[in-house]
Each structure stands twice: as C-alpha cells, then as structure tokens.
C-alpha cells in the first residue's frame, strides 16, 4: 500500500525559503507515471492547491503561486520535493503531500499525515 | 473567498440522510469538470471518499454518493453515524484559474 510522509523545517524565517520533501513508500514512483501534488491548509481554514509534478518532470502550478514555487522529483529516492521562496506569515499553515490520479479532473489519494510550517522570526 | 461555494455547516441525527452542496460556474463544474469529495476527520488529512462526481474508492461505504448537475454537485450522506463527524470539500478543476480548486468545506455535526 502506498504511503506518503513529508518532511522538512517546521519554522521558517520570514522572506526565506521554505523546502519540504515527500518520500513515498510502498510503491516506486518511476514505475509508469506517476504524479504528485503538494496542497496546504492554514490553521482552521479550507485546502489550497499549490502545483504537481509529473515524473517525466513536467510541472503545474497555482498560479497565484507560480512565480514563488518549485516542485521537482528525484526517481532514485522515490521523493518529490516543495520550494516556495519569500515566504511570509500567509504561508503559514499545513502542508500535504498527496498522490495525484489523472482523470477528467485529477483527484488526489492517498495523502500524506501532514507537516505544518509555521513562518516566524 | 473559495471558488466552490459549499455551506459552512450542515448536522443531521444517527440514522438520517445529509446532504452537502458544491456549487460552482462555467468555469469549473459547469465547464464538465469532474468533482471530488475529501473527508477530513479531525486532526487528520483528508481522505477520498468520491471521485469522477460519483465513484466510490474502494473501502468507501455505500453510504456515500455523489451527483453533479449543471454548475453543482452533491454529496449525500445515509446512515448518518457519530464518525461521519468531520469536514467536507469538494475539488474540481476551474479553466479560468488553470488549477484544481477546492470548496472552502463544510462542516458535518452529528446531533
């Protein structure tokens, strides 16, 4: 059974960069296509998709995220990765990392536990 | 300010059926775009419950079911039971935006 787990910083300084990774397990992510997208949630507040990735390399974002985001792939850790620069206290919240199934509309299953990221000096 | 408009609330007693709204525009569900259902327990990350407006992953009861029409979708809910206590967003796909949207959810109480 595929699992996620995301991991990284849970403070990080204003104006910095915030970097986050998610190892999957159970499964190899360079066994046919595979996609990931990270999604956030702010404390008591609704889900915000930030982008996806493909693991041919092929990126989408938010676009009211795209000029700040990276997202990237490394096939032979099984790992996506998150970068999101210039952070202030509105990126301050939970981020999930989620397998994402390609359809009509992409869906997301199964997601990661969940890391939170609190942007603060 | 959520693309999908969903109530904030909804409740319901053990036994009887709820049902959630999801309503969008011609953007997002009414451009065909499938809707997904998560649920969010507390303290947790959200699961599927419904994808493609009303496929049932397995493990999902059958309890759950979804609909779409027009520029909305529907979650219904039967059986109500204690652990259906949780949130509730639905996700689609908005043109406009080029992005998945989500709902801004909806809480479930269960009397």
């Known amino acids: 059974q595929v699992q996620l787990q995301e991991s990284g910083p849970g403070l990080v300084q204003p104006s910095q960069t915030l970097a986050l990774t998610c190892t999957v397990s159970?499964?190899?992510?360079?066994?046919?296509?595979?996609?990931c997208s990270w999604i956030r949630q702010p404390a008591g507040k609704g889900l915000e998709w930030i982008g996806r990735?493909?693991?041919?390399?092929?990126?989408s974002y938010n676009p009211s995220l795209k000029s700040r985001v990276t997202i990237s792939v490394d096939k032979s850790k099984n790992q996506f990765s998150l970068m999101l620069t210039s952070v202030t206290a509105a990126d301050t919240a939970v981020y999930y990392c989620?397998?994402?199934?390609?359809?009509?509309?992409?869906?997301?299953?199964?997601w990661g536990q969940g890391t939170l990221v609190t942007v603060s000096s | 300010q959520s693309v999908l408009t969903q109530p904030p609330s909804v409740s319901g007693a053990p036994g009887q059926r709820v049902t959630i709204s999801c309503t969008g525009s011609?953007?997002?569900?009414?451009?065909?775009?499938?809707v997904q259902w998560y649920q969010q327990l507390p303290g947790t990350a959200p699961k599927l419950l419904i994808h493609?407006?009303?496929n049932r992953p397995s493990g999902v009861p059958d309890r759950f079911s979804g609909s779409k029409s027009g520029t909305s979708a529907s979650l219904a809910i039967t059986g109500l039971q204690a652990e259906d206590e949780a949130d509730y967003y639905c996700?689609?796909?908005?043109?406009?935006?080029?992005?998945?949207?989500f709902g801004g959810g909806t809480k479930l109480t269960v009397l």
């Open positions: 011609s953007s997002n569900i009414g451009a065909g775009h499938d």
């Open positions: 989620a397998r994402d199934w390609p359809g009509t509309t992409n869906w997301f299953d199964p």
């Open positions: 996700q689609s796909y908005d043109s406009s935006l080029s992005g998945c949207v």
């Open positions: 990735i493909y693991t041919s390399g092929r990126t």
């Open positions: 159970g499964g190899s992510i360079s066994s046919g296509s595979y996609y």
């Open positions: 493609g407006n009303s």
